[in-house]
């Protein structure tokens, strides 16, 4: 006969940066419903590899996505969403979770508005 026994732990610091796990009652950080949309990640994943080459971790696009094993094309797709106004890639940023079905937001809808080199017609299209 075998029994089960769940407990919840956090994880701590203790002295000196030495890291602890501690008994809880209740989970420390509750995981909200749903899950963040695919153009939310890519919009993060973007802003990540520009300060990547900005800080010279990467010398360029052509290293992450040979580091990363994706195209080169791939790599240009999500860098392309930098070319948003910053209205429009903070909604990306903030929208709400997906809790069933499709994104309502997909990078397919959202690289032509980047193509657009005017912000001011890039909210336009984006109102639309």
């Known amino acids: 006969?075998?029994?089960t026994?769940?407990?919840?732990?956090?994880e701590t610091n203790g002295r000196c940066g030495q890291r602890r796990?501690?008994?809880c009652d209740e989970d420390p950080r509750p995981v909200p419903?749903?899950?963040l949309p695919r153009i939310t990640?890519?919009?993060a994943l973007a802003i990540r590899f520009e300060k990547l080459i900005r800080d010279g971790v990467v010398e360029n696009q052509a290293e992450i996505a040979q580091l990363g094993m994706i195209s080169r094309a791939r790599v240009t797709q999500i860098m392309n969403l930098?070319?948003?106004a910053p209205e429009i890639q903070e909604e990306i940023l903030f929208l709400p979770r997906v809790e069933k079905g499709k994104d309502p937001v997909t990078l397919k809808g959202v690289l032509?508005?980047?193509?657009?080199?005017?912000w001011e017609r890039q909210l336009l299209i984006?109102?639309?």
């Open 33 to 35: 419903e749903g899950r």
């Open 126 to 128: 984006w109102k639309s």
């Open 112 to 118: 032509p508005v980047a193509a657009e080199v005017s």
């Open 21 to 23: 796990m501690e008994e």
């Open 5 to 10: 026994i769940t407990k919840k732990f956090t």
């Open 82 to 84: 930098l070319n948003l």
């Open 1 to 3: 006969m075998s029994r």
């Open 41 to 43: 990640k890519l919009m």
